[in-house]
């Protein structure tokens, strides 16, 4: 049973505008969530997290959104790049059930065109 | 700046054979993971360990093994390699617990078994 889920396996977005990337979670105790990058034939590579106790944070173009309620996060990327064109995953972390683990969704496939 | 070393980069094993998938890290984290991505999937947790000489399960250990006697260094073996083992295996660091810390992960050892 997935515990963090990326729906749509890909997304096509124009250079200049703005790539919205979603995640869903499952488990309530989740408290820390991250979206990472992944190139191909690379590592990932950390890109922007937030606590629970925030409802957004910002860095640069990339700004991440958590609905509790919902349980959903969402990546905003603007202005989008071609050299964002990449493999984003969601994790989630659960401080408070202890030292768990992150469980990581399956990714979302970024494509900018130019 | 090494950050998370992998090797090798590329293996092919038969069915049956043993081998070690080496990582080490020079950032001095106590915190480090293996994982696996099957394609399509999302990164599932092998073992971690919290500091040398201490390892604990993740969600998929079977057929596998570690051990952490070193702070730098985290080896994962196969002792029977099997198809069902034929992944990307990346390996990961951090400074904290998984809740509050990114982790840095290491370009994967691509490892298929025939």
């Known amino acids: 049973d997935q515990q963090v889920k990326q729906n749509s396996p890909s997304l096509s977005v124009q250079e200049g505008r703005i790539s919205i990337l979603n995640c869903d979670y499952t488990?309530?105790?989740?408290?820390?969530f991250l979206w990472y990058k992944k190139y191909p034939a690379e590592g990932p590579t950390f890109l922007i997290s937030?606590?629970?106790?925030?409802d957004k944070n910002e860095d640069g173009r990339f700004t991440v959104f958590l609905n509790k309620s919902a349980k959903h996060l969402s990546l905003h990327i603007v202005p989008s790049q071609p050299g964002d064109s990449a493999v984003y995953f969601c994790?989630?972390?659960?401080?408070?059930?202890?030292?768990?683990?992150?469980?990581f969704g399956k990714g979302t496939r970024l494509s900018v065109i130019a | 700046n090494a950050g998370v070393t992998q090797t090798p980069k590329f293996r092919i094993l038969k069915i049956g054979q043993s081998m070690t998938l080496q990582c080490a890290q020079d950032?001095?984290?106590?915190?480090m993971y293996w994982y696996r991505q099957d394609p399509g999937m999302g990164l599932k947790l092998i073992y971690y360990?919290?500091?040398?000489?201490?390892?604990d399960k993740g969600e998929v250990p079977n057929g596998y093994n570690v051990s952490r006697s070193t702070t730098e260094d985290f080896p994962l073996r196969l002792e029977l390699a099997a198809p069902s083992q034929t992944s990307v295996y990346f390996c990961?660091?951090?400074?904290?617990?998984?809740?509050?810390?990114?982790?840095?992960f290491g370009d994967g050892t691509r490892l298929s078994i025939l």
């Open positions: 994790a989630a972390s659960a401080a408070v059930a202890g030292n768990t683990p992150l469980v």
């Open positions: 950032m001095n984290h106590n915190y």
């Open positions: 937030i606590s629970s106790i925030k």
């Open positions: 488990n309530s105790m989740f408290d820390y």
């Open positions: 990961a660091s951090s400074h904290g617990t998984p809740s509050n810390q990114p982790q840095h």
């Open positions: 360990s919290v500091g040398a000489g201490i390892t």
